[in-house]
């Protein structure tokens, strides 16, 4: 599976974003796609993830600012990001697989928040 996102940058506080992914490869190991990020210093952690039937999770900080969607027909992933905060600063990465943890994982795309 080959993941590529993009759509990063910078944007101020408040403004919004949207990334997208690209994958290609077995639709069975692109059952489960999602968004991690890295901040500075941090460990990884999950953003959010989406399943082929539709259902999701988003982790506490995203809920009621981010939204995670997915277009199968053009094996797309794409998070949209809204209500920006500089702690959402972060290199931003896509990853699928057959079932989470995520087994695959593309390079990220940074996004960087300014106050």
């Known amino acids: 599976v080959q993941l590529q996102a993009f759509g990063g940058g910078l944007v101020q506080a408040g403004g919004s974003l949207r990334l997208s992914c690209a994958a290609s490869?077995?639709?069975?190991?692109?059952?489960?796609m999602g968004w991690h990020r890295q901040a500075p210093g941090k460990q990884r952690e999950l953003v959010a993830r989406?399943?082929?039937?539709?259902?999701?999770y988003s982790a506490d900080f995203a809920k009621g600012r981010f939204t995670i969607a997915r277009d199968d027909a053009l094996n797309m992933v794409y998070l949209q990001m809204d209500s920006l905060k500089p702690e959402d600063t972060a290199v931003y990465y896509c990853?699928?697989?057959?079932?989470?943890?995520?087994?695959?994982w593309g390079r990220g795309t940074l996004v960087t928040v300014s106050s």
């Open positions: 490869g077995s639709s069975f190991d692109i059952y489960v």
């Open positions: 989406i399943a082929r039937s539709g259902a999701t």
């Open positions: 990853a699928s697989g057959s079932s989470y943890p995520h087994e695959y």
